[in-house]
């Protein structure tokens, strides 16, 4: 777990900083002539959203209309309470993981084999 968090501490605050920007059609981030720059560097998060977890996630947790999602998977202009929510339930994902698999994995190279 210490492992998982040593990525996964960093990981976040690069994706909040930085990572989010990167993909959007209109990056906040301005060049020297004051024009957006241009989007590059696609991001999983970015990949997932786009492939529907935006929609899915938007409508089950925020209520969100599904013009507005598919806006946002447009412009790749996700929320950030998207991005904490992706986060959150990969933190969730990747410990329980460790803590439910980690033993039948290692009492059984059967149980490895499947996993």
């Known amino acids: 777990i210490i492992a ?18 990167l993909p959007r059609n209109t990056r906040k981030k301005k060049l020297a002539n004051g024009d957006p720059a241009p989007a590059k560097y696609d991001t999983v998060f970015h990949s997932n959203h786009r492939n529907g977890n935006c929609v899915m996630l938007g409508n089950m947790f925020w209520k969100r209309s599904l013009e507005d999602s598919k806006e ?34 290692y009492l059984s190279k059967y149980a490895h084999g499947a996993f």
């Open 72 to 105: 946002q998977m447009m412009q790749n202009d996700f929320e950030i309470r998207d991005l904490v929510l992706y986060l959150g339930l990969h933190l969730m994902a990747a410990v329980s993981s460790l803590v439910f698999l980690a033993y039948p994995c």
């Open 4 to 21: 998982y968090l040593c990525w996964f501490v960093p990981y976040c605050a690069w994706i909040y900083f930085i990572g989010l920007d």
